[in-house]
């Protein structure tokens, strides 16, 4: 969506993967979705360095409406018990630590969760969302006909627009298309969207990101060429800082969802992050390939003996137009030990022919010096872990 927003993955924190639907503050205060969690994640990305890393969206996902709408104006209201302050004080309270506030809705009757949707009221809520100063719309498709999508999105955008106010536009048709057995059009989607939702919901477990991973990588001859600035793909939320993931399939998803200039929207307590899955989150290089400026997505490209290569070309292009790359071995194999394998330039189809300067993006202290295109590249992957790389043109 040409609308100036988004020109690179948009990044923050998003309610949904650890947060759900959990209403009752009595017995869960810390966790329920309320005003109290947002204003908390908020002070958190700054006090605990994640804004400074680039994290900018603080995104409220289902379950903050009440049940149904003022009788009189029609207009959403936010549940009044966990939402007392009202939405402009929160997005005040977001904004005034340099932050931007993200809002979910849905395009259906209602929310998956069973709050009332746009459907019928979709310029009234437009509207509702500028005055609340909200800088992100996701948008969602539950209860709703999947024929109409493919004009209510639009729609919606275009109501967006006509407010005035810049928001980021999320939408989820393209995952309830697929799920039909329907082919998105991504054309339409990259003129009406800043990004999107292309599939299932990610869950906190290695297998989810797995599978997220797979569906990625075997369609992605007709998924990758529709991300780019102010476009993007987007394979769901972070897992990193929750239950699910291991300290190396931690870094795992980080370097992949980098590969894939995906939005890095976590979904975490921040308070509780342990200091070296926060390392990995914050990792400054990891970030940059992530937001490089040309906003290509990367590919899977090779696998052997269960080691995938996924592979990105990024910043700087030489004068003769040779890209560096960002690399990712990942390792499928789970016998137990770190695995040990040799690539040739081939093989990793890395063709300057004056060669890369390599540098390991995990490990600093890793001095692997220059590439060249008749040597062998050796990587030691853990299981179910990763390696990740940057290949700079010389
Ligand atoms: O509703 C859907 O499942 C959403 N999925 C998920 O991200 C979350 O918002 C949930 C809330 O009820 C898509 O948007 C594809």
């Given amino acids: 969506l040409d609308n100036g927003l988004a020109l690179k993955p948009p990044m923050g924190w998003m309610s ?17 979705i309320s005003e109290n969690l947002f204003r908390r994640h908020a002070d958190l990305l700054v006090s605990e360095g994640y804004a400074d890393a680039g994290y900018e969206y603080i995104i409220i996902d289902d379950c903050w409406l009440e049940k149904d709408r003022d009788n009189r104006t029609q207009k959403l209201v936010p549940d009044k ?145 529709h991300g780019g600035p102010g476009h993007w793909n987007d394979p769901d939320m972070l897992l990193l800082g929750n239950y699910g993931l291991s300290y190396d399939q931690s870094k795992l998803q980080m370097a992949i969802w980098a590969i894939m200039a995906a939005p890095l929207i976590m979904s975490n307590d921040l308070a509780a992050v342990r200091p070296e899955i926060k390392d990995i989150l914050q990792n400054r290089e990891v ?3 992530n937001q490089d400026e040309l906003g290509i997505q990367g590919l899977r490209v090779l696998t052997r003996n269960q080691i995938e290569v996924w592979r990105r070309p990024i910043t700087p292009v030489t004068k003769s137009g040779h890209h560096s790359y960002a690399v990712a071995f990942v390792s499928r194999r789970d016998d137990g030990a770190p ?56």
């Fill in 16 to 32: 949904w993967e650890r947060f759900r639907c959990i209403t009752d503050c009595q017995l869960y205060p810390d966790e329920c």
């Fill in 81 to 225: 018990k966990r939402f007392p302050s009202g939405l402009n004080a929160l997005s005040d309270h977001i904004h005034n630590k340099g932050l931007k506030f993200g809002l979910y809705q849905d395009y259906g009757t209602n929310t998956c969760a069973g709050y009332p949707g746009v459907i019928k009221h979709m310029k009234l809520d437009a509207q509702t969302f500028a005055e609340w100063d909200v800088d992100y719309v996701k948008l969602d498709g539950c209860y709703a006909n999947i024929s109409d999508m493919a004009t209510g999105y639009p729609e919606f955008g275009r109501l967006l627009n006509e407010t005035g106010r810049p928001m980021v536009y999320s939408c989820s048709w393209p995952a309830y298309q697929e799920e039909a057995g329907e082919m998105p059009d991504y054309e339409s989607l990259k003129k009406h969207c800043n990004l999107w939702r292309n599939w299932d919901d990610i869950d906190d477990s290695l297998e989810s990101l797995m599978q997220i991973m797979d569906y990625f990588a075997k369609n992605q001859d007709r998924i990758q060429p």
């Fill in 287 to 289: 970030i940059a390939v």
């Fill in 339 to 394: 695995y040990r394998i040799p690539f040739t330039a081939k093989d990793l189809k890395l063709t300057n022919p004056k060669g890369y300067r390599v540098q390991d993006l995990y490990d600093a202290s890793n001095k692997l010096g220059v590439f060249q295109s008749e040597s062998q590249f050796i990587t030691r992957v853990n299981p179910n872990g990763v390696t990740f790389y940057k290949f700079t043109a010389l």
